[in-house]
């Protein structure tokens, strides 16, 4: 699968400087689908969305939903989207690419948040 604008979140750290600099590459690569007017995904692990491996994943985790909520208010007017595909431990890459290109290539879903997996059900999101 092409991974053209989608950006998969690599595990980090507690250091500032890492979460700041895997937040930039981020950045970088939403800015570029953006300037060229094309849709992207972050893809996130689920743990760091409830802060079970670290402080650092966790921010960048809740900084990408942040930013994808964010971007798809500007996408939605200029015709592209911005989504999250959050996924649990284990689960099968082939999935994950699956959900990461329907969601990089609707045009009607912006702004989601999409959990593969069950790691979140039952559990309380803050």
Same mark, same amino acid.
């Given at each position: $699968? #092409? +991974?053209? @604008?989608?950006? +998969?979140?690599?595990?980090?750290?507690?250091? %500032?400087?890492?979460? #700041?600099?895997?937040?930039?590459?981020?950045?970088? $690569? #939403?800015?570029? *689908? *953006?300037?060229?007017?094309?849709?992207? /995904?972050? /893809?996130? @692990?689920?743990?760091?969305?409830?802060?079970?491996?670290?402080? !650092?994943?966790? $921010?960048?985790?809740?900084?990408?939903?942040?930013?994808? +909520?964010?971007a798809a208010s500007e996408g939605s007017r200029l015709? %592209?989207?911005?989504? /999250?595909?959050?996924?649990?431990? !284990?689960?099968?890459?082939?999935?994950?690419?699956? %959900?990461?290109?329907? $969601?990089?290539? #609707? @045009?009607g879903v912006t702004g989601q948040l999409i959990q593969? !997996?069950?790691? @979140? /059900? !039952?559990?309380?999101?803050?």
């Open positions: $699968m #092409s +991974r053209k @604008h989608t950006f +998969r979140a690599d595990e980090v750290g507690d250091r %500032w400087e890492d979460v #700041s600099a895997e937040l930039d590459r981020a950045f970088q $690569m #939403s800015r570029a *689908a *953006a300037l060229a007017g094309e849709s992207f /995904v972050y /893809v996130v @692990h689920s743990d760091d969305l409830f802060g079970r491996r670290g402080p !650092g994943g966790a $921010m960048i985790a809740a900084g990408l939903v942040s930013a994808a +909520r964010t015709g %592209w989207t911005a989504n /999250v595909i959050a996924y649990d431990e !284990g689960t099968d890459e082939a999935e994950i690419d699956r %959900w990461t290109k329907l $969601m990089r290539d #609707s @045009h593969i !997996g069950p790691g @979140h /059900v !039952g559990k309380a999101l803050s």
